[in-house]
Nanobody, 117 residues
Framework: QVQLVESGGGLVQAGGSLSLSCAAS????????MAWYRQAPGNQRDLVAI???????DYADSVEGRFTISRDNAKNTVYLQMNSLKPEDTAVYYC???????????WGQGTQVTVSS
C-alpha cells in the first residue's frame, strides 16, 4: 500500500503561481510513476502531468510550458509548480501513484486550486 498526502493549493489571481506537494509513504518501491490529475465540477478527472522512474515527464497540452512536475527521491515527494495560472486551471488537484501491483493506483485526498480572474 502507498499513502499520499498533498499540500499546497489555495486561491490565486490569474497570472499567479502555486506549488503543490505530495509526500508518499508505504511501499515506495512499488511505485512506477507519480502523477497529478485534476477535476473541475461536472468534469472527469484528467491527467495534468506525470513523471516516471527515469524522470521522463509528460504534460497535458493545456498546461505544457506553464506547469512543471518534479520529484525529490530522498523525501519521497513529488511537486507540481504551476505558473501563469488561468481561471480554467481551477479544480481539485489529486496526487496519484502508478503501482506495480494491485490496486495499481493510489490517490491522495485532493487539494483545491482556485484561480480568480
Amino acid at each position: 500500500q502507498v499513502q499520499l498526502v498533498e499540500s499546497g493549493g489555495g486561491l490565486v489571481q490569474a497570472g499567479g503561481s502555486l506549488s503543490l506537494s505530495c509526500a508518499a509513504s508505504g511501499s515506495i518501491a512499488s511505485i512506477n510513476a507519480m502523477a497529478w490529475y485534476r477535476q473541475a465540477p461536472g468534469n472527469q478527472r484528467d491527467l495534468v502531468a506525470i513523471i516516471n522512474r527515469s524522470d521522463n515527464r509528460d504534460y497535458a497540452d493545456s498546461v505544457e510550458g506553464r506547469f512543471t512536475i518534479s520529484r525529490d527521491n530522498a523525501k519521497n515527494t513529488v511537486y507540481l509548480q504551476m505558473n501563469s495560472l488561468k481561471p480554467e486551471d481551477t479544480a481539485v488537484y489529486y496526487c496519484n501513484a502508478k503501482l506495480q501491483v494491485a490496486p495499481f493506483d493510489s490517490w491522495g485526498q485532493g487539494t483545491q486550486v482556485t484561480v480568480s480572474s
